[in-house]
């Protein structure tokens, strides 16, 4: 199928597999999948610039399907969500620039694949050592049997930090924490969204769980409507830099309409512990992508 957007031709079902794929991730850990689907579009031959603007398209589309599933099982806090808005925002803007500072330089491919590989390899082992002695604990009948946290040290340091304003969140467990912890996470992902073409959600989920405290299954729900906004406001600055190709991100968000819904309800049947556990894979994986492609000189993004 012709894409002349874009300018590439690519068959229509291998754009809505990879939709699915990262549909069913995203509903499922709360992440936007751009750390997946982002390699498997530049190995179909889509463009890098295309990848990281129609990415972001389809992945704003997706997390909206999620998010609906989630809103219905209470695992969003609405209130978190928007105030991490006003950090994401500019969080993305910075980012932005950056990649098209990078771009003009020629260094963009090897910057972006090294920060890549760094950050996902740190998520990786740190999320499965905690989440393995997590389960432990629950096995042990030391901590609730829907989620446990095996380092909760940092979220009590955070939480210490009463820089006003200070703000609550009833619906995330929080009595009062600064309101500046809370801008300060959604600025971090808004950086990494808006410079590698992700919704941040592989970074943000575990900050919010870590460093904010959240109870996992509401930080994968609330992690969904942040995406929603990030990847928006992404996807309009790079269309604004004709980098998003509208009929290629509709193709994907076929598959990923449906994968979403899989991914979000199949969370119901999962402790936290669990879900992180699993969810150190995915940061594994797409670490191990961005390393093969590097080795290979093949462009990064």
Known sequence: ?????????????????????VGVLGGFFGVGGGFLAGPFMFWSGVPINFVVGTDLAHMTGKSIVALRRHRALGHVDVKLGLI????????????????????????????????YVVILLIISLFTGYESLRALKMLQSDRMDVKDALGFQGVAKRVRSFRVPPLVS????????????????????TGLLSGAL??????VRMPLLVYVLGIP??????????????????????????????????LMMHTGAALGAQIGAVSTRFFVGPR???????????GAVMVI????????IH
């Open 216 to 249: 996992t299954h509401v930080a994968v729900g609330t992690d969904l409507f942040e995406i929603m906004f990030s990847a928006g406001y992404g996807t309009l600055t790079h269309a604004l830099k004709g980098n998003v190709d509208v009929l290629m991100a």
């Open 197 to 202: 073409g992700v919704g941040g959600g592989f």
């Open 169 to 188: 969140f009833p619906a995330s467990g929080i009595e009062e924490i600064s309101l500046w912890s809370v801008v300060g996470v959604g600025f971090i």
């Open 84 to 115: 991490m808005v006003a950090g994401t925002i500019v969080g993305v803007e910075l980012g932005a620039r950056f990649i098209e500072a990078m771009e003009m330089t020629g260094a963009a491919d090897t910057v972006i694949g090294i920060i």
């Open 275 to 285: 879900i992180r556990l699993l969810f150190s894979f995915l940061p594994l994986i």
């Open 292 to 299: 093969a492609r590097l080795i290979t000189g093949i462009a």
């Open 1 to 21: 199928m012709d894409f002349p957007i874009s300018g590439v031709t690519i068959n229509p079902f291998i754009l809505v597999g990879i939709g699915f794929m």
